[in-house]
T-cell receptor, first 110, second 117 residues
């Protein structure tokens, strides 16, 4: 089976830095995505990692360690609008299917 | 670019009726479309994968006679929830991908909120 674990909820303060972790055990692996989803809306793409290391894109960075089955999403200079659910998803080699974690609800407080 | 639309955005229907949801890729040809459902505060669960011109591949536990999927063209896939019941109430999201895209990224539609009374 496929197993992707993320913390259920996190709270952080506006202007701070927060790290959302994701561990995975899947039968295949062709990369890992992070998505942001606001309530009642579709997920929006944040990042994609397929090689080990850190990918930086503005206030958002994502890290991958394939040997450890581990990724994290780092959000800097938090803003109130960053309050959302953050989904970690592994794309499988066969059929390009995405397997999602349960998502981490991030609450940013002032 | 890479815009996916869904219609309707919300639908309320009576138990026993059928509901059709459309998913369109507006500015690219989608070789593959995916259908997900999402319960409140839960993650997306893949229901089926559809490729243009062929039968959809359903995930384990998803009734293919209940959730009819048609991918008639490279820009349109439809999901029909047949004889809907209250337990089918959910948020249904489609995504589309293209062989020409980068790293097989899936582009998501805005979702359809189905409420069955």
């Amino acid at each position: 089976g496929q197993n992707i674990d993320q913390p259920t909820e996190m709270t952080a303060t506006e202007g701070a830095i927060v790290q959302i972790n994701c561990t995975y055990q899947t039968s295949g692996f062709n990369g890992l995505f992070w998505y942001q989803q606001h309530a009642g809306e579709a997920p929006t793409f944040l990042s994609y990692n397929v090689l080990d290391g850190l990918e930086e894109k503005g206030r958002f960075s994502s890290f991958l360690s394939r040997s450890k089955g581990y990724s994290y999403l780092l959000l800097k200079e938090l803003q109130m609008k960053d309050s959302a659910s953050y989904l970690c998803a592994v794309i499988m080699e066969y059929g390009n299917k995405l397997v999602f974690g349960a998502g981490t609800i991030l609450r940013v407080k002032s | 670019g890479a815009v996916v639309s869904q219609h309707p955005s919300r639908v309320i229907c009576k138990s026993g009726t059928s509901v059709k949801i459309e998913c369109r890729s507006l500015d690219f040809q989608a070789t593959t479309m995916f259908w997900y459902r999402q319960f409140p505060k839960k993650s997306l669960m893949l229901m089926a994968t559809s490729n243009e011109g062929s039968k959809a591949t359903y995930e384990q536990g998803v009734e293919k006679d209940k959730f009819l999927i048609n991918h008639a063209s490279l820009t349109l896939s439809t999901l029909t929830v047949t004889s809907a019941h209250p337990e089918d109430s959910s948020f249904y999201i489609c995504s589309a991908t293209s062989d020409y895209g980068s790293y097989n990224e899936q582009f998501f539609g805005p979702g359809t909120r189905l409420t069955v009374l």
